[in-house]
């Protein structure tokens, strides 16, 4: 039988005023108080007076109420908006490949989460996707189209029935994104675990206290309604025994009879407050004891957990002072590629049963930082040297036009205990890292250090041949990496609206334009021109897994190379970059994956393949080697080399294609070798400075001219490079707030234009917009231009306030 909602006066009330009211059925009595509620009605409901049947679809409704067969409201399409649970629901065509193109499937909107099914009843047992809309992105594509996105890894195309279907959608998207985000940030500034847990036994005591004292005031008034009622039955007795019409004690007896199932009422009423006080106390205590064995479970885990890592530290001291090193094994820059590789006792087994969590945040250990938890201990050279002496050396640098040198690293000892003791159960992504873990750059001004071998890219396009051109673009993507194999320290994390240029065109003919284009999830936005007839940009954005001895760090995005003459436009992904020993040992890095570079224009690609460290392999540390395609798939060139050192080319002739003589083949392959790249050497003192090259060493010099949002003005970044660590910590803290109150303003005015239904234009980048590739078919923040004749103008009026 449908639902049933009161919509006038209850078929009978019982006079007396207190208690609920007792609705009258078609049969009998159905108890004391209300109704239950009914949504709006169906396709079928009726409406209307009469007698009291049944209620069935499309027939006749008791007098006074309203009933559907349903019990949610349905628009055309099927969708619907329901008040339990979920915010929407109904159907959508999802697009799933070429082949089956959209198919049509069941959307479930709940909690922050969209949720899709195959059909309505497949819901109770299989779900067939979800996607968090706390860190997606919502794109309107046309009139019944729009995107969801989460930064890559899921991404759902949608098509609604209607235009006004689809608006619909993403309104309630909209609202329930800004809600999921405001949760967020609310369980970001929760305080300490115990600090909460204390709280939460306090709120259920108060709230016990307070059940308790409301059955008492339930009890007092149950005794009081026993007396009155005693005192009206004898007063009903009494006028029985008074020679009064035989109407009026007809009268008398029905009021007596009211009035008893009424006392009745209250009765039971009561008993069930007590039972349900009862219930409560008894749920109360088992949580408690719950809790308080979860609680001493934690402090045993940590206890034994911080013994182990002293036992580390010890055994390590004990190893280092009983090892006899070779005279060239510490600090040698001719030894630090042997110093970075693991040795068999650093190998970190990967165990697939274990669970992944999910942290935007690069956290990685600088390896010299005072815990030991290295053989090297950097501390002689940079004694010998005084902070205002390095002060004076960088205020003579920034005179120059490139400075060769920044303020050594201080040798600042820290408690790694004390910071990773808190990460126990906690998203990596919410805790707060101070800067000893971090270099004094940002994540902007690492992704403009790829252009460190711009020359590559200056050769490729001199090119005659698009296949040549290939092999140079393809050292230019490996020669980014050899940044990273000393780089141990994570950049900082650039707030939303911050940007970072690198204008070298008189130099060497480019200059680059960063911005943090996003927060929630963070991403990057790069361009950069260069007069010898190429540009390159990219958006990526960061996302990494923590498995307790490596974290993998897999950058999300694709990089473009467009050359001006011959429209050759090339495009490729990122590998994954590991750091291993993320708690115990030394830090190491390995990158490992396949790079497909494409050419657009004519179907040629190179396939790179990065191969992995093993202990067991007799293969060179850091290994690449790939393949020059053209577009029948036909080898024209072969790359063989290492990320960290150089890269070499050879061109597959004839017999090597088709076998021969291997001593032939092998004299053929070395009178083609070319070395297409080498790594530069290290500055001098480079372990002393972060190992930054000769590029990161200019990158943070401070510039007149540059936008206020500029890296270079950060000022928690600029102390740490002066050496001012705690005082950098400081400033980190307030940036931080900052930023967070700055969001909070912006998701309060987002909920208050939703919920009254005006436009609301959500953050956009300043000097880059939003638009789909026309080759890669991909959206991506595309520079827009602008900034270069605002900076000779000197004109930010335009830039927000961030630092």
């Known amino acids: 039988m449908s639902e049933l909602r009161v919509a006038g006066p209850s078929p009978a009330t019982m006079p007396g005023g207190a208690g609920g009211p007792i609705v009258s059925g078609p049969g009998g009595t159905c108890g004391p108080g209300p109704a239950p509620p009914l949504p709006s009605p169906g396709p079928g409901g009726g409406t209307g007076g009469g007698g009291g049947g049944t209620l069935g679809p499309g027939g006749p409704a008791p007098g006074g109420v309203t009933g559907a067969p349903g019990g949610s409201s349905a628009s055309a399409s099927g969708s619907t908006s329901s008040t339990s649970g979920s915010a929407r629901e109904g159907w959508l065509f999802k697009w799933t490949n070429y082949i089956k193109g959209y198919q049509r499937r069941w959307f479930v909107l709940s909690n922050g989460l969209l949720s899709y099914y195959r059909s309505k009843a497949e819901m109770r047992h299989t779900c067939r996707g979800t996607i968090n809309l706390a860190t997606a992105n919502i794109t309107v594509e046309d009139s019944c189209n729009f995107i969801i996105s989460n930064g890559g890894a899921q991404t759902y195309h949608l098509k609604a029935n209607s235009e006004v279907e689809r608006q619909r959608w993403v309104t309630a998207l909209e609202l329930a994104k800004a809600k999921a985000v405001k949760m967020l940030a609310e369980s970001d500034e929760s305080g300490d675990e115990e600090t909460v847990s ?8 108060n709230t016990l206290r307070t059940l308790s004292s409301k059955v008492e005031d339930l009890s007092t008034c149950n005794d009081l309604i026993a007396k009155h009622g005693t005192a009206l039955q004898r007063s009903l007795s009494e006028l029985e025994t008074l020679k009064l019409p035989a109407e009026s004690n007809e009268k008398i007896k029905q009021v ?28 109360s205590k088992k949580w408690q004891k719950s809790l308080q064995y979860e609680r001493d479970q934690r402090i045993r885990l940590e206890e034994t957990l911080e013994q182990l890592a002293k036992q580390h530290n010890h055994l390590e001291r004990a190893f280092r002072g009983a090892t006899v090193l070779p005279a060239n094994a510490p600090g040698s820059m001719d030894s630090s590629k042997d110093r970075c590789c693991p040795s068999k006792g650093d190998m970190s087994d990967e165990d697939d049963d274990n669970e992944f969590f999910d942290a935007p945040e690069i956290i990685t250990v600088p390896e010299s930082m005072g815990h030991k938890r290295t053989g090297s201990n950097i501390s002689g050279a940079s004694s010998e ?52 873990f971090n270099e004094p750059l940002s994540m902007l001004q690492r992704l403009t250090e790829d252009l460190e071998y711009h020359e590559l890219l200056d050769r490729a396009a001199k090119c005659e041949s698009s296949l040549e051109q ?27 609206g911050e940007t970072f240029e690198l204008d070298r065109l008189e130099d060497n003919g480019y200059r680059s334009i960063c911005e943090q284009v996003s927060h929630h999830p963070p991403a990057a936005a790069h361009h950069a021109d260069s007069k010898h007839g190429w540009t390159l940009r990219q958006e990526i954005k960061i996302t990494s897994k923590f498995r307790g001895k490596y974290l993998s760090i897999m950058p999300l995005g694709t990089i473009h190379c ?12 990122k590998v994954t970059t590991t750091v291993h020993n993320i708690i115990v040992g030394k830090l190491w890095i390995d990158q490992s994956g396949e790079i497909e570079i494409l050419n657009h224009k004519t179907g040629e690609k190179c396939i790179l393949k990065f191969v992995p460290y093993s202990y067991f392999s007799r293969d060179v540390a850091r290994k690449v080697t790939g393949e020059v395609l053209d577009a029948s798939g036909k080898v024209h060139f072969v790359l063989l080399g290492t990320w960290d050192e150089k890269m070499d080319c050879f ?59 500029d890296s270079r003005l950060r000022p928690d970044q600029r102390l740490m490079e002066n050496g001012r660590w705690d005082e950098a910590n400081a400033e980190k803290q307030r940036l931080e707030e900052k930023q967070r109150i700055s969001r909070k303003k912006r998701e309060a005015e987002a909920m208050k234009a939703t919920e009254d239904g005006t436009p609301y234009d959500p953050y956009k980048a300043l000097w880059f917009e939003r638009k789909k590739d026309p080759d890669t078919k991909e959206v991506a923040h595309i520079y827009r231009g602008g900034y270069w004749e605002s900076k000779e103008k000197q004109d930010w009026s335009m830039c927000p306030d961030i630092f």
């Open 562 to 573: 467009i050359f001006h003459a011959t429209g050759n436009h090339y495009s490729w992904k």
């Open 198 to 205: 204390q709280t939460d036994k306090t709120e259920l005591h």
């Open 256 to 283: 007596n009879e009211r009035a008893t199932l009424f006392r009745i009422t209250s009765n039971a009423m009561i008993n069930a407050c007590r039972d349900f006080l009862m219930l409560a106390q008894t749920h």
């Open 385 to 436: 040297i005084s902070l205002d002496e390095q002060y004076k050396h960088q205020l003579e640098d920034t005179k120059k036009e490139k400075r060769t040198r920044i303020p050594y690293k201080p040798n600042y000892s820290l408690n790694l205990w004390s910071i990773m003791k808190n990460c126990i159960g906690k998203e990596l992504s919410k805790i707060p890292m101070p800067v000893n």
């Open 651 to 709: 061109k597959v002739t004839t017999s090597l294609e088709n076998g021969g003589d291997s001593r032939q083949r092998l004299h053929e392959a070395e009178d083609s070798r070319v070395m297409l790249w080498k790594r530069n050497p290290l500055p001098k003192n480079a372990e002393n400075m972060y190992y930054f090259s000769e590029l990161a060493l200019t990158l943070n010099a401070p510039e007149s001219g540059t936008a206020p949002t």
């Open 470 to 496: 290939l092999c140079y673009v393809a050292a230019f993507t490996v020669s980014s990496y050899s940044t990273t194999v000393f780089r141990t320290s994570k950049p900082f994390n650039p707030l939303l």
